[in-house]
């Protein structure tokens, strides 16, 4: 009869944990220590001084960010106030053709009202209690929309993470992304 | 103060006239240059296989001849690489001859460096009236570091029109054993390097080692084409006769 | 999957060179990534400043690689990750297909990753009728050429578009031109199924990082976060080496490898993932497995010439940057990596100089590779200790062994040597025609193949130097006293230890 997945798992954490001595002890015998030795020290964590120091202002980010973008091939719009976004996203959706999207179950994304403003449109907010239909409905969305929880200038990204309330596919699997970025969320690296 | 001459065996064997050229060029300057005869080979072609004790047998007679000077010049950025370099690695394992060669280390100059650096010489007052090239060796700009000295010298040198080299930090192919080990390999390289040359339009090749220069003029006369392939000291040399 | 025939680089070399397809191709892309690299590395500026961080940082991990590694198991796990062991690459394709067959999948999509090439884990999948697919586009193309990766970064780099067109045609069933956005297309919509259905997702890994047990990758298409997070079972492969400590290092990783190896600020996507997915997240694997990969890495450990060999970060510029690489094309390396990283790890992985062929010897050591590497590995270095391994270990051409002795013999003593010198001046009489040689007899034939060689001149510097001396000597100025201080000032300098 074939194993249960927990006891396969298990299985294999025992003879991981067996090997985990051996393995680690290979490393510290080769680099002539007798153990494992305390905590080292990493001075030189992470990027130049010169580096950490390098800001741009609020203005700067902005442009920095929209030129990086739009030379790796995305397209970006800046808004002066929120109240703007729901007419672009509109039109933007219109000429792209979109027949269905997919939103982040974000607060502020469902004030943004899209079921209204493009009533032509599927509409689907991610649901982590229906996981399966969730990635259906990601899959087949012509685009999907969330609010970037960071965006940083110097390279022209956008960060997301993905929790209960925001999907992975959300921003993965359409079509069409679009991230609305909170200008103070934009960094300069 | 003694100044001494690291000739290389393929300057000594094959191309008397660059020696000439750097002790009559430095003598100029007052610089009176020793020859410690018992210099045989830098050890590159044996160390480069691989074979370090029979690097060790040819580097021992540099580390010798050399002990008590004070300057050492050699026409070659990929020899004079190989002491700065490896010599230490070479004798890791003799507290001596690793002193020696630390000490070496510290004397031996390339000799577009010895001049510009240790001298302060940019311009020796050459006239050549030539239309020339400049091939930039691996060892010497990689190794050693040697970028500003032969353009600086030749800079100053007057009626020279100096025609930048096409992909110039390209490797020419030699490589020591590796022109012969991976024939076609290298082949391939070298007829590169000669179009580029050829692209230029240069009457003259110059360079820092013979080594490829040895490489790139030999394709080139197996092309049959009539580019002039002079060392650096040559070409200075000569510039300075024709005033 | 096979290499072309020849066991030997110089041989596989061979063929190569007379393909000009290949070569153009190597070239153009080569050059274009080596330049964009220039191009982005003098616009972000400081780059020896950022090679120098970055060599110590990984350096760092590396020396300590015990501490490291374990703090990256334990809070892997902690994350509800499960983790393997593979001491050889067998390892690693046995517990990847005893997941696979727990879990009774049928198919398995693939990111890029050159360890899962080094495991083979393609050909151990595909033994047991379990489907494997490329998701990457290069390695989609050369999948379906059945053929190896022959670049770190851009696995089809052989391939012109007309080549890819015809592969992919093929697959479509109907013609497709050789244009990239039809081609690419038509990868896209045929990959998109794949994704949706496949039971395993593969990765690979570009960065662990040691204080979060995360998994950091690079990619540009997308499909590497397709891989990792639409099917169930996510599969990591992970090299033992390919770590760094805190996120804060990951900042100086991120500004070395996409410019490095693409000229990009930083690559399309960068994906951290931190264990399968939550109890409460809606999407991500529900199962997830990294298996840390040996086969040879740790070797290198406690090894003053190797150690730094596993600092690579795998960015592919020594590729972009060799000529030989250029000239040869990655099918001519044995093994799983190519170019100058290739020549010294392929060797390096196995401790058995023996089984080495002759990779180490496919260089002129021009020293282009380290220059390019953003963490400052002395490949050029690496190659020449390789190739001083094989000769004490007694695996070198006994032809080779006795040239060597000769020189050992006339280089101890110059005697011996300028009478060496003078029977070539004697004997190459019979040789030498209107003042060069050009004769293709035995040794001088891989010379004179493509090179004249100039004669000895009748006298040696040496033999001239006598009366040269004398000569000058009689007729030279006095060196002036500026000149004198100023050569004696650089020699008191070093006497206190100073360095010109």
């Known amino acids: 009869m074939a194993e249960s997945n927990l006891a396969f798992l298990n299985r294999l954490e025992g003879d991981s944990r067996k090997q985990q001595q051996a393995f680690i002890q290979n490393i510290a015998s080769r680099l002539g220590r007798l153990n494992e030795g305390g905590i080292p020290e990493h001075p030189l964590k992470g990027a ?30 800046r808004l002066a106030t929120y109240d703007e976004l729901p007419v672009v996203i509109a039109r933007t959706l219109r000429e792209l053709g979109a027949q269905s999207l997919i939103r982040q179950n974000q607060p502020e994304l469902a004030q943004l009202e899209f079921e209204r403003i493009l009533p032509e449109l599927q509409h689907t907010v991610w649901s982590a209690d229906k996981p399966q239909q969730a990635l259906v409905a990601a899959s087949q969305a012509d685009a999907g929309i969330a609010i970037a929880d960071y965006a940083v200038a110097y390279t022209g990204s956008v960060v997301m993470t993905s929790s209960k309330d925001k999907g992975r596919s959300v921003t993965l699997l359409p079509n069409i992304f679009i991230a609305i970025v909170p200008a103070e969320r934009l960094k300069t690296r | ?45 044996a160390f480069n296989s691989g074979y370090w004790d029979e690097a060790r047998a040819s580097a021992k007679t540099i580390l010798e001849a050399f002990e008590d000077s004070d300057f050492v010049i050699a026409p070659s950025g990929s020899c004079t690489g190989m002491i700065h370099h490896y010599y230490p690695k070479l004798f890791e394992n003799d507290p001596i001859l690793l002193e020696k060669s630390l000490q070496l280390q510290e004397k031996i100059f390339e000799f577009s460096q010895f001049l510009v650096q240790v001298l302060g010489v940019t311009d020796v007052g050459a006239v050549f009236p030539h239309k020339v090239t400049y091939h930039p060796s691996c060892h010497g700009t990689r190794l050693l570091g040697i970028k500003e000295e032969p353009m600086l010298l030749m800079s100053h040198v007057k009626g020279m029109e100096l025609v930048p080299l096409p992909y110039a930090e390209d490797c020419c192919g030699f490589g020591g054993t590796f022109a012969i080990k991976m024939s076609n390999i290298s082949g391939a390289m070298v007829e590169e390097k000669s179009q580029h040359v050829l692209e230029t339009e240069a009457e003259v090749l110059v360079g820092l080692d013979m080594g490829c220069l040895l490489n790139i003029g030999g394709n080139l006369k197996f092309q049959g084409k009539p580019v002039r392939v002079m060392h650096l000291a040559e070409l200075l040399y000569e510039g300075v006769k024709l005033k | 999957m096979s ?234 492969l992970m ?42 997240d809606g999407d991500g694997p529900e199962e997830m497995h990294i298996i840390i ?3 040879g890495r740790s070797l290198q450990l406690g090894d003053p010439d190797f150690q730094e060999l596993l600092n690579c970060i795998r960015c592919g510029a020594c590729l972009n940057a060799c000529p030989v690489y250029r000239h040869i094309g990655g099918h001519s390396y044995p093994g799983t990596y190519s170019g100058p990283i290739g020549a010294v790890l392929t060797p390096a992985l196995n401790k058995n100089s023996g089984e080495w062929e002759d990779v180490a010897n496919a260089s002129s050591l021009c020293g282009a590779c380290y220059e390019a590497c953003p963490v400052k590995i002395p490949l050029h270095d690496m190659l020449v200790y390789l190739r001083n391994r094989k000769v004490e270990d007694g695996h070198t051409a006994t032809g080779e062994k006795m040239a060597m002795k000769g020189f050992k013999v006339l280089m101890s003593s110059y005697k011996l040597y300028s009478k060496a010198v003078k029977m070539g001046q004697v004997g190459q009489k019979l040789l030498v025609r209107n003042g060069v040689i050009k004769s293709q007899l035995g040794p001088l034939k891989g010379w004179t193949a493509y090179r004249h060689i100039p004669a000895l001149p009748t006298r040696s510097f040496r033999e001239q130097w006598k009366a040269l001396s004398t000569e000058v000597e009689a007729s030279m100025p006095s060196m002036s006293s500026e000149t004198k201080t100023r050569l004696e000032q650089m020699v008191l300098n070093r006497k206190k230890g100073g360095h010109e």
């Open chain 3, 3 to 236: 290499k072309p025939q020849g066991s030997s680089v110089k041989q596989r070399s061979e063929t190569a060179l007379k393909d000009e397809f290949l070569i153009d191709a190597v070239k153009f892309t080569t050059e274009k990534l080596k330049n964009g690299k220039l191009a982005a590395t003098a616009e972000h500026g400081n780059w020896e400043e950022w090679r120098e961080r970055g060599k110590l940082i990984r350096a760092h991990t590396i020396a300590h690689l015990d501490f490291y590694l374990n703090q990256f198991i334990e809070n892997a796990r902690a994350q509800g990750v499960h983790v393997h062991f593979a001491p050889e690459a067998k390892d690693a394709a046995r517990i990847a297909v005893e997941i696979a067959k727990h879990h009774q999948a049928k198919s398995v999509v693939k990111s890029k990753s050159m360890v899962s090439e080094e495991v083979h884990i393609n050909e151990a999948f595909e033994e047991l009728g379990i489907e494997s697919v490329e998701s990457d586009l290069g390695e989609y193309i050369i999948q379906l050429a059945n053929e190896p990766p022959s670049h770190i970064i851009i696995p089809a780099i052989h391939k012109n578009r007309y080549q890819i067109a015809e592969l992919l045609s093929k697959e479509a069933g109907q013609t497709l031109p050789p244009e990239t956005k039809v081609l690419a297309g038509f990868a896209r919509q045929k990959l998109r199924d794949k994704f949706l259905e496949a039971d395993i997702g593969l990765t690979g890994c570009n960065f662990g990082i040691a204080e979060s047990g995360s998994v950091v990758i690079f990619e540009n298409e997308g499909n590497a976060r397709m891989v990792s997070t639409v099917p169930k079972t996510q599969i990591t």
């Open chain 2, 1 to 45: 103060m003694k100044v001494s001459l690291f000739i290389t065996c393929i300057s000594d064997a094959l191309f008397p006239p660059i020696g000439e050229a750097m002790t009559r060029l430095l003598a100029r300057y007052g610089v009176k240059l020793h020859f410690p005869e018992v210099q045989t080979c830098c050890g590159q072609p």
């Open chain 3, 293 to 295: 990969v040996d086969n």
């Open chain 1, 48 to 77: 130049p001084d010169f580096w950490t120091s390098y800001e741009l202002d609020y203005e700067e980010r902005i442009l920095r960010f929209m030129d990086n973008w739009r030379a790796a091939g995305g397209f970006t719009e």
């Open chain 3, 239 to 280: 090299g033992m080496e390919r770590l760094i400590p805190t996120w804060d290092d990951l900042e100086v990783m991120a500004t070395l490898l996409p410019r490095s190896a693409t000229g990009q600020k930083l690559t399309v996507y960068m994906s951290g993932i931190t264990g399968p997915r939550r109890q409460s």
